[in-house]
DNA sequence: GCAATGAGCGTC
DNA sequence: ACGCTCATTGCT
């Protein structure tokens, strides 16, 4: 075979990402195939390393050195996810070897050795009766039936049995020999997902990948997939990678969902993994969720994906019945244990009635946590610089100061109503359950997630305090966003709502809106008596599109609010962290593309001030590789001059306040 | 003028 | 962390 292996050497050191050459030894010239693990020799040492490629000849004008050992003969890399994972390190400037330790498992040895016994199946074609409700759902699946690399975004109906539709689509995908990859925020929906296609296809037609199921189960059920065993996978964010074989569809449900979002370097989102792989292996993708990203709305506008919507009168026929009630003007219920609880007189009816009903009554709570930030003293907008458009806080007893920018606002006026006065927001004033257990005596009382604060990413409950669902009948369940039991509800509450609201967060409109939608969603349709309370000012955007059961248009309104004051999706934004001296000195260290913009810098988030500070980089998006190669560039001259102290550095993160 | 020694750098 | 290059130093 051919004497040279490309091989992608393990390295924290950003300036090695890319391929080096050894010989192969005869010895191991059947077992060294592409996609295979090996150990070389590297600098003297031995190190772990991806076979990538065997080749005629090297470029390297020096000796090579010899491939020390053959790991194992399992090609646990396919060329496809070996190209992905470049092209992903690529657009977060981040190194091959750092995706490829998200993309693959780590190995197990004795579950390597077993055979798998499992044979694709190939299911019959499932009707496609329940996507009949939206105008362009059918033609969707025919086009999956077909083998077209369909782009769709898919706005769940209110009620909708989404895992049900989900799984119609893979299995459409399956019926005609291809694989099917669905990307669910947590292990709840995975296990749903998991269900719905089971019913549909049978047990052995689909395969769970999840980190919690320990690393030799992990390990066999992915090798199970790379082998070609299972045609339809589900999972978490790391099942994004999965070696799917002849990919004909990819699923991301719940995008908004800020566990789509990779917390280890380089930090990729599974949205943006699930759109390199379409453009790299042409299959199919539908975005879907009862509430619509910017990110997405721009991918509409781009005119890369298309929409999938239910018509309006659809809509309101599944839709609950939803009041909007001002905080301000709240007009407490009578009933003194409902006062006590601050509840407001509507909110307490929609409950009673729903309990009277025999139904489930579901409250929603924010977590706790406490976040100080500005907000218009009148209107409650989000306070924000007139410089960077970033958000307002106060630091100390001093004036508002820019988080971003670091510029101190003295004269504010709120852009939207022109009023001068600013408040100070705090999120997570809950009322307790027994509180509102008080109102209504008599009736069960449950809690679901969100006991303890502190969660240090997520504003979702931990796990094991999240309850599945619940005994039938009437009752009361306080639940955190996210954790809400499976029900039929006959009315939910969804409490502090403006306090979600006002969080000092680019996306704190689109995050509370998604966070409602999906409680929202648990509750009957208005003509059966369901009822949704939300506790926020009615003439809020977010408010607004709850009310009508518009994501689409809170999508448009977020997307054309963000290009105006220069925020991601419109422009591409990157973080880079580091010690004060580190981020002062990046300035002539950096090599920006053309009309890049320098903001800060300024205390990173979630850090002390003084300890760790934040510098961001603003760049149109066709600028976006551009940006991401003078990223890597900066690192690779930062790791190659041996500099100590790191700097984190982030595509358009996540947490941009 | 040239060998011996050590720091620095690339890493196949 | 090995082994190479290159600079410095000290000796003939």
Same mark, same amino acid.
């Given at each position: 075979?051919?004497?040279?292996?490309?091989?992608c050497?393990?390295?924290?050191?950003?300036?090695?990402?890319?391929?080096f050459?050894?010989?192969?030894?005869?010895?191991?010239?059947?077992?060294?195939?592409?996609?295979v693990?090996?150990?070389?020799?590297?600098?003297?040492?031995?190190?772990?390393?991806?076979?990538?490629d065997?080749?005629?000849r090297?470029?390297?004008?020096?000796?090579?050195?010899?491939?020390?050992r053959?790991?194992?003969?399992?090609?646990?890399?396919?060329?496809?996810?070996?190209?992905?994972?470049r092209?992903?390190?690529?657009?977060?400037?981040?190194?091959?070897?750092?995706?490829?330790?998200?993309?693959?498992?780590p190995?197990?040895?004795?579950?390597?050795a077993?055979?798998?016994?499992?044979?694709?199946?190939r299911?019959?074609?499932?009707?496609?009766?329940?996507?009949?409700?939206y105008?362009?759902?059918?033609?969707?699946?025919d086009?999956?039936?077909?083998?077209r690399?369909?782009?769709?975004?898919?706005?769940?109906?209110?009620?909708?049995?989404?895992?049900?539709?989900?799984a119609?689509?893979a299995?459409?995908?399956a019926?005609?020999?291809?694989?099917?990859l669905?990307?669910?925020p947590?292990?709840?929906d995975?296990? +749903?997902?998991?269900? &719905? =296609?089971?019913?549909? #296809?049978g047990?052995?037609? %689909?395969? $769970?990948? !999840? /980190?919690?199921?320990g @690393?030799?189960?992990?390990? +066999?059920?992915?090798? &199970? =997939?790379?082998?070609? #065993?299972?045609?339809?996978? %589900?999972? $978490?964010? !790391? /099942?994004a990678?999965? @070696?799917?074989?002849?990919?004909?569809?990819?699923?991301?449900?719940?995008?908004?969902?800020?566990?789509?979002?990779?917390?280890r370097?380089?930090y990729?989102?599974?949205r943006?993994?699930?759109?390199?792989?379409?453009?790299?292996?042409?299959?199919?993708l539908?975005?879907?969720?009862y509430?619509?990203t910017?990110?997405?709305?721009?991918?509409?506008?781009?005119?890369?994906?298309?929409?999938?919507?239910?018509?309006?009168?659809?809509?309101?026929?599944?839709?609950?019945?939803?009041?909007?009630?001002?905080?301000?003007?709240?007009?407490?219920?009578?009933?003194?244990?409902?006062?006590?609880?601050?509840?407001?007189a509507?909110?307490f009816?929609?409950?009673?009635?729903?309990?009277?009903?025999?139904?489930p009554v579901?409250v929603?709570?924010?977590?706790?946590?406490?976040v100080?930030?500005?907000?218009?003293?009148?209107c409650?907008?989000a306070a924000?610089?007139?410089r960077?458009?970033?958000?307002?806080?106060?630091?100390?007893?001093?004036?508002?100061?820019?988080?971003?920018?670091?510029?101190?606002?003295a004269?504010y006026?709120?852009?939207?109503?022109?009023?001068?006065?600013l408040?100070?927001?705090?999120?997570?004033a809950?009322?307790?359950?027994?509180?509102?257990?008080?109102?209504?005596?008599?009736?069960?009382?449950?809690?679901s997630?969100?006991?303890?604060?502190?969660?240090?990413?997520?504003n979702?409950?931990?796990?094991?305090?999240?309850?599945?669902?619940?005994?039938p009948?009437?009752?009361?369940?306080?639940?955190?966003?996210?954790?809400?039991?499976?029900?039929?509800?006959?009315?939910?509450l969804?409490?502090?709502?403006?306090?979600?609201?006002?969080?000092?967060?680019?996306?704190?409109?689109?995050?509370?809106?998604?966070?409602?939608?999906?409680?929202?969603?648990?509750?009957?349709?208005?003509?059966?008596?369901?009822?949704?309370?939300?506790?926020?000012e009615?003439s809020?955007?977010?408010?607004?599109?709850?009310?009508?059961?518009?994501?689409a248009?809170?999508?448009?309104?977020?997307?054309?609010?963000?290009?105006?004051?220069?925020?991601?999706?419109?422009?591409?934004?990157?973080?880079?962290?580091?010690?004060p001296?580190?981020?002062?000195?990046?300035?002539?260290?950096?090599?920006?593309?053309?009309?890049a913009?320098?903001?800060?810098?300024?205390?990173?988030?979630?850090?002390?001030?003084g300890?760790?500070?934040?510098?961001?980089?603003?760049?149109?998006?066709?600028?976006?590789?551009?940006?991401?190669?003078?990223?890597?560039?900066?690192?690779?001259?930062?790791?190659?001059?041996?500099?100590?102290?790191?700097?984190r550095?982030?595509?358009?993160?996540?947490?941009?306040?």
């Amino acid at each position: 075979m051919l004497p040279v292996a490309r091989v992608c050497v393990d390295t924290p050191l950003a300036h090695l990402d890319r391929p080096f050459d050894y010989l192969v030894p005869a010895e191991l010239d059947v077992t060294a195939a592409p996609g295979v693990r090996v150990r070389v020799r590297f600098a003297g040492r031995l190190a772990d390393g991806w076979l990538l490629d065997r080749a005629e000849r090297s470029d390297h004008p020096g000796p090579l050195a010899w491939l020390d050992r053959v790991v194992s003969a399992e090609p646990a890399l396919s060329p496809q996810v070996a190209a992905l994972a470049r092209a992903v390190a690529d657009r977060c400037a981040g190194t091959m070897s750092d995706v490829l330790r998200l993309a693959v498992p780590p190995r197990h040895a004795r579950t390597e050795a077993e055979p798998v016994t499992l044979v694709p199946t190939r299911p019959p074609r499932p009707s496609t009766g329940g996507w009949g409700r939206y105008p362009r759902g059918v033609a969707f699946l025919d086009a999956l039936h077909q083998g077209r690399a369909a782009h769709a975004c898919w706005q769940a109906l209110p009620g909708e049995d989404w895992p049900a539709r989900l799984a119609e689509a893979a299995v459409t995908v399956a019926a005609v020999g291809r694989g099917a990859l669905l990307v669910l925020p947590d292990h709840r929906d995975t296990a +749903r997902v998991h269900a &719905a =296609v089971a019913a549909l #296809a049978g047990p052995d037609a %689909v395969i $769970t990948l !999840a /980190a919690e199921s320990g @690393p030799a189960r992990r390990y +066999r059920r992915w090798l &199970a =997939v790379r082998r070609g #065993a299972v045609r339809i996978v %589900v999972g $978490t964010r !790391a /099942a994004a990678f999965a @070696p799917v074989a002849d990919l004909g569809l990819m699923v991301l449900w719940d995008d908004g969902d800020d566990l789509h979002a990779e917390p280890r370097a380089p930090y990729p989102h599974s949205r943006l993994v699930l759109g390199q792989r379409a453009v790299l292996e042409g299959g199919a993708l539908l975005v879907a969720g009862y509430a619509r990203t910017a990110e997405t709305q721009l991918s509409l506008d781009t005119g890369w994906a298309h929409e999938i919507v239910a018509t309006r009168d659809v809509v309101r026929a599944a839709a609950a019945r939803v009041t909007a009630i001002g905080e301000d003007d709240t007009q407490l219920a009578r009933d003194p244990a409902a006062r006590a609880a601050r509840l407001p007189a509507v909110a307490f009816e929609a409950a009673r009635a729903a309990l009277s009903r025999d139904r489930p009554v579901l409250v929603q709570v924010p977590r706790r946590g406490y976040v100080p930030s500005l907000a218009c003293g009148q209107c409650r907008a989000a306070a924000r610089c007139r410089r960077c458009a970033g958000p307002l806080a106060l630091r100390g007893a001093g004036p508002a100061t820019c988080r971003w920018c670091g510029t101190v606002e003295a004269g504010y006026r709120c852009p939207a109503c022109g009023c001068d006065r600013l408040r100070a927001t705090v999120i997570g004033a809950r009322r307790t359950a027994e509180e509102l257990g008080r109102a209504f005596p008599g009736v069960p009382l449950v809690t679901s997630g969100g006991g303890s604060s502190g969660a240090p990413r997520s504003n979702r409950a931990s796990a094991g305090e999240v309850l599945a669902d619940i005994p039938p009948g009437r009752s009361l369940v306080i639940a955190t966003p996210g954790a809400e039991p499976l029900a039929r509800y006959g009315a939910a509450l969804l409490l502090d709502a403006s306090a979600l609201l006002a969080r000092p967060d680019l996306r704190a409109a689109e995050e509370a809106l998604r966070r409602w939608m999906a409680a929202a969603a648990m509750v009957e349709p208005a003509a059966d008596g369901g009822r949704v309370v939300v506790v926020a000012e009615s003439s809020l955007a977010a408010v607004q599109a709850l009310v009508r059961w518009d994501p689409a248009g809170h999508a448009r309104a977020e997307l054309a609010a963000r290009a105006e004051l220069g925020f991601p999706p419109s422009v591409r934004m990157a973080a880079l962290d580091g010690a004060p001296a580190t981020v002062a000195s990046l300035g002539e260290a950096l090599d920006l593309p053309r009309g890049a913009a320098l903001l800060g810098p300024v205390p990173a988030p979630g850090e002390p001030a003084g300890e760790r500070e934040r510098l961001l980089v603003r760049v149109p998006r066709s600028q976006g590789l551009a940006l991401a190669g003078a990223l890597a560039a900066l690192q690779a001259g930062r790791s190659a001059r041996k500099l100590p102290d790191p700097l984190r550095v982030q595509l358009d993160p996540q947490e941009l306040a």
